[in-house]
């Protein structure tokens, strides 16, 4: 099922339905077959068309996949690319329950058997040939709990934005690694009541941290009035669309979660993008996730560091999308060495 999307984008919506009868939105800068397509589709996938290389990219926290707006058509001149809205957000629907991280990992796995079902091809080959997932905050999340349940064999590499493995403070988890803001039971139920009871200053907040240049102004900043009241309106419209009382249930559940295991899992190139200027996480505890991949294979994971915040892909996107495109066609081995 598929529609038009907005006006004179690269992109248009379509949508999948979850194991659970959820209906799944998502992006897609290629058309997909319908139920009335032979097998071949209207446009058989070969070895030169975009089908074969996917960038999927997953949004984060109140967000969905117009999150991306400035780099859909960039990404999208030689590559397929998908952007999902995770439940509760976006165009996706807004079931009473589902507030989990993992219940995002499962929809994700039902939304990539979606795609191979869809998408065109042929005899000789089959689409999409490779996947390289791009997951931003939440979304890397969603990526390392699909790994932990499901395993990385979808996957030919990993790009996780502005994300650290654990957001609550621990023994071996202290204040130079743990989230700047929301780290503990106390911050994490301060959070999800600014959340519930007064939703459009909590996005005016998040925006100001997630922005580098709200949250760490710096000299040559543009910090115009119109600059500040556009970005602001573009977030805070699309997590206007959320359920405030629902956000604040996921909330709790991400913030739990320790991934740290989980991405020593990962057996594929692995690329961190960090903001210098955001005000979610630190560099150390970003970079851990660099050091865990690297636990089993070193010189599979590396770090990136943008000049901007949390919302790097927006506030550096031709930084962003030319890095991400050199990641993708870097010729690097992707599972390790058998024993």
Known sequence: MEDDGAKDSVMQYAYCKANDGCTLAFQTSQPLRSDNDNDNGEAPATETTPYQNCIILIHGFSGSSEYFARNFDELSRAHWVVAPDLRGHGRSGRPRG??????????????????????????????????????????????????????????????????????????????????????????????????????????????KDCLGYRHAPEAGDDLSDERRQRDEAFFCGIGAKCDPAWLARLLADHTRYDHREAIEEIRVPTLVMAG????????????????????????????????????LFYEEPERFNRELIKFFHTPLEASLPTE
């Open 98 to 207: 589902g507030y989990h991280v993992a219940r995002l990992a499962a929809d994700l796995r039902d939304l990539l058997a979606h795609l191979r079902l869809r998408a065109p091809s042929s005899t000789s080959t089959s689409a999409p040939r490779k996947i390289v997932a791009v997951g931003c905050s939440i979304g890397a999340a969603v990526l390392w709990t699909h790994v932990e349940l499901f395993g990385g064999d979808d996957f030919a590499g990993f790009v996780f934005v502005d994300q650290a493995p654990l957001q609550d403070r621990s023994d071996d988890w202290g204040p130079k690694l743990a989230h700047l803001g929301c780290y503990d039971e106390a911050t994490m139920r301060a959070a999800q009541e600014a959340w519930t009871r007064e939703p459009e200053a909590a996005l005016r907040g998040l925006v």
């Open 276 to 311: 210098r200027r955001t005000g979610c996480f630190t560099l150390e505890g970003m970079r851990e996730t660099v050091r865990r991949v690297e636990m089993q294979r070193p010189g599979l994971a590396w770090m990136s560091v943008f000049n901007s915040g949390h919302w």
